[in-house]
């Protein structure tokens, strides 16, 4: 037992058996906490070697220990999965190999009745080139799908030159030639995802038409796929030139272009607020909305807020995953994140996701900073999302680009393999989707059939199992901060202000406070031992618990209940 553990359980007493708030109130998801999965890399029940939808069944148990609210669910719809789901060939089926619309159902029912919501992944912007609706639009300029999806003549004498210049978002022509019907579909990603065109209300209602059909099975909302590419500019002129190498968090900008025609169109906030209201007219539950959106924040948060109209409930704020975890970085970020999203505004805390190395990564593998990083995760104002196996600090791998199953991956695999790995990105995404972990058996108890992506070597310490049994595991800790956000009002639902007096270079320290109630945060993130002056209130909890709570250990983070002054 520890020197603190005392005053831990005290409080954890005290707030324990307070009610619980925020569950099924209107706006839960204000307050809620997201797990996503990747269904193919969960837990494979059928021994392909995949994931599936009766493994998440299986295993919901272990996301409701850990304490989290809402369950995000990458695609599992049919598809060719040529991009792993991101690629859908009918949106109102379920992958076979991921199971069936019983099983789908089954899913919704379950994760209901431990009190959880659930989150479908909406891919709106494009389908797989083997959709009916695509196949039909390409098979003629004439038939009835003819415009559902964004054609051009090309230009040239023979047509054979793309339209225009724009670019997909990851760099190269958009555009591509069809033989049968002689002219370009546009793609804002790969090939092999034409985009839809929203231009014709037929395809919007069709698209709203697939929304309606599962929130109608009881979904309780949606993560929309790059949402900011929905619509494009109708007189298709050229994007004019930028200096930009590579797109970033705040500009989709790159590949020398500025993508000023053909993402964040005015069309595309109005279309967020179309969608909300059709979402809004499923209200018992209320149901939410997060958009994988990118651009500077006057842009994306008109996804949020346009023309007086409410669009999504929030957007993904990916400076998260660029940002260095330093001091004075991460309080610039916060402020930010304060100052452009205030209340009524939720920000978003992700640090990873399937298309973005582990978080543990930048960290250096390091157990002690992954624990202070999710200590601030689930104690700033805004909705944390983990990526499933980020509660037990699954590493990235090296996966070289050649050998990647990722389409990504196969695109850039002529960039040397040193420069990748030289930023520290998965260039090659199949990094970020190894297989979860759960035990020691053979494949880390993922799968018994043949892993489709490697199982990570050190297993054996890093899987469920084991880390329930340690009680300083990085998954236990998950599970005690869980606890505490979700029982701590002023965690939830309170103001964040940053405590000046304490944040410095080496310390980011900030309050938070809600009906009368008022917490200090504190973080070290720096490798000195630190001294900080007593009176800063009682310890709740801290993340080295057998430390004085004024010595603070390198990356210690510790949680005081203060006093208000007024
Ligand atoms: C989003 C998804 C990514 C997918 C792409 C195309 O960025 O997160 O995984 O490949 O859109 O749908």
């Given at each position: 037992m520890t020197k603190y553990t005392p005053i831990i359980s005290l409080a954890l007493s005290i707030v324990f058996l307070s009610p619980t708030f925020g569950q099924g109130s209107e706006e839960w998801w204000k307050s809620t906490t997201v797990y996503q999965i990747y269904p193919r890399s969960f837990y494979d029940t059928d021994v392909d070697g995949l994931g599936d939808l009766e493994g998440i069944i299986q295993k919901l148990d272990h996301i409701k220990k850990l304490g989290f609210e809402t369950i995000w669910i990458s695609p599992f719809f049919k598809s060719p999965q040529r991009d792993f789901g991101y690629d859908i060939s009918d949106y109102q089926s379920i992958a076979p190999e991921y199971g069936d619309m019983e099983t789908c159902k089954r899913l919704i029912s379950e994760i209901h009745k431990r009190d959880m919501k659930v989150v479908f992944d909406l891919v709106m912007n494009h389908t797989s080139d083997e959709h009916d609706w695509f196949k039909e639009s390409a098979s003629s300029k004439d038939n009835p799908k003819a415009d559902w999806y964004v054609w051009k003549d090309g230009k040239g004498k023979e047509g054979k030159k793309p339209p225009n210049n724009w670019n997909a978002t990851i760099g190269g022509s958009g555009w591509h030639y069809n033989e049968v019907r002689k002219q370009f579909y546009w793609a804002s990603f790969l090939e092999f995802q034409p985009d839809l065109n929203y231009s014709n209300p037929e395809v919007k209602n069709a698209m709203l038409d697939v929304a309606r059909f599962w929130l109608g099975e009881g979904v309780d909302g949606f993560r929309l796929?790059?949402?900011?590419?929905?619509?494009?500019?109708?007189?298709f002129v050229n994007n004019p030139a930028s200096l930009r190498i590579v797109p970033s968090e705040e500009s989709p900008d790159g590949f020398f272009q500025k993508m000023k025609y053909n993402v964040n169109q005015e069309e595309s906030f109005e279309f967020a607020t179309e969608l909300r209201a059709v979402v809004d007219s499923f209200s018992n539950p209320q149901r939410f909305m997060v958009g994988e959106v990118f651009g500077d924040v006057e842009t994306t948060k008109k996804f949020c807020t346009y023309n007086g109209k409410d669009g999504l409930h929030t957007i993904f704020l990916f400076q998260t995953l660029s940002t260095p975890f330093k001091a004075r970085k991460w309080r610039k970020m916060v402020e930010e994140f304060e100052h452009n999203f205030p209340v009524p505004f939720v920000p978003t805390y992700v640090f990873s996701n399937h298309d973005r190395r582990r978080s543990i990564t930048p960290l250096g593998n390091d157990v002690r900073k992954a624990k202070l990083l999710a200590f601030f995760q689930f104690t700033a104002r805004g909705i944390p999302f983990t990526y499933y196996g980020e509660e037990l600090g699954i590493e990235k791998p090296l996966l070289p680009l050649k050998t990647g199953k990722d389409p990504l991956a196969q695109r850039y695999k002529s960039i040397p393999q040193f420069l990748v790995n030289w930023t520290g990105q998965s260039l090659n995404r199949d990094e970020c989707r190894t297989p979860m972990l759960w035990d020691t058996t053979v494949n880390a108890g993922f799968?018994?059939?043949?892993?489709?992506l490697p199982v990570a070597e050190n297993y054996n310490e890093i899987n469920v199992e084991s880390q329930n049994e340690n009680p300083e595991s990085l998954m236990n800790f998950y599970a005690q901060m869980l606890a505490f956000r979700n029982q701590i009002p002023a965690l939830k639902f309170g103001s964040l202000e940053i405590d000046e007096d304490l944040s410095n270079g080496k310390v980011f320290a900030f309050n938070r406070e809600f009906e009368g109630q008022r917490y200090l945060i504190v973080m070290n993130m720096s490798n000195r031992l630190l001294k900080l002056h007593d009176g800063l209130g009682e310890v709740v909890f801290t993340t080295h618990q057998e430390s004085d709570p004024y010595d603070f250990q390198p990356w210690e983070g510790t949680l005081f209940r203060s006093a208000i002054s007024d």
């Open positions: 796929d790059i949402f900011n590419s929905i619509y494009e500019d109708t007189s799968t018994s059939g043949k892993p489709w």
